[in-house]
């Protein structure tokens, strides 16, 4: 992929992996693809196969170290973004050192990815904010989001958890994208079975099922709010 759209100036960075955590979607009874973060953090990274160190088939700092360095090696122009661990909502500050190497020589190409929505809460600060405050590293929000169902018949309005994400993210130099903003599903079910189904009703998106009206107009005023230039 990365010698594939080498030199594209769309393509500003890669994404190492969507949402790794310790149980993820398809792992099933599979042990080998849990993703840990914070196991022996304190211990340098394993280089090569049977030599010292951290074995990155089971830790994630180490797997993304790695893979970032691979990546900036054959593109130095790209971002690498890290999503965090639990499905991509915390990024524990033990560990950060492991990532710190991503530099293409002049600069950092590290870019921590955040998803975060109401079942999370609203310790924005915690989880990932901290990066942000204190100047440790650039974050993206690579999702968030909430429901939006009933809004294109005028009887929603802004969730208070909302509320509380759009205050933060309006005090904190963190950039963010909404996730998604297709009015209809194109998940056919592969994760949510009983949940999901093509065509219909997305109901996290920012358009209607028509795909040609917001679903939320207070929603996309709160958004605009954020989206000034930093």
Partial sequence: MVNLFQGDPYVIGADLRNEPAETPYPCGNQN???AEWKREWHKACMHRRGTAGIDPRENWPC????AGGAIVGLDHRLLIFVEGIGYGTEIPEEGLHHLLHLRNGKQSQLVYSAHTYSQDGTTFDKRWGYLVEKHKAPVWIGEFGDTVANHCSNAGSPSKWLNSAISYLAKVPASWSW???????SDGGIHYESERSYYGRESYGLLCPSWDTEASEPIMEDLDSIMQER
Wanted: glycine share 8%.
């Fill in 63 to 66: 797997a993304a170290q790695h």
């Fill in 32 to 34: 080998n693809c849990k």
């Fill in 179 to 185: 996730w998604p903003i297709n009015g209809t599903d």
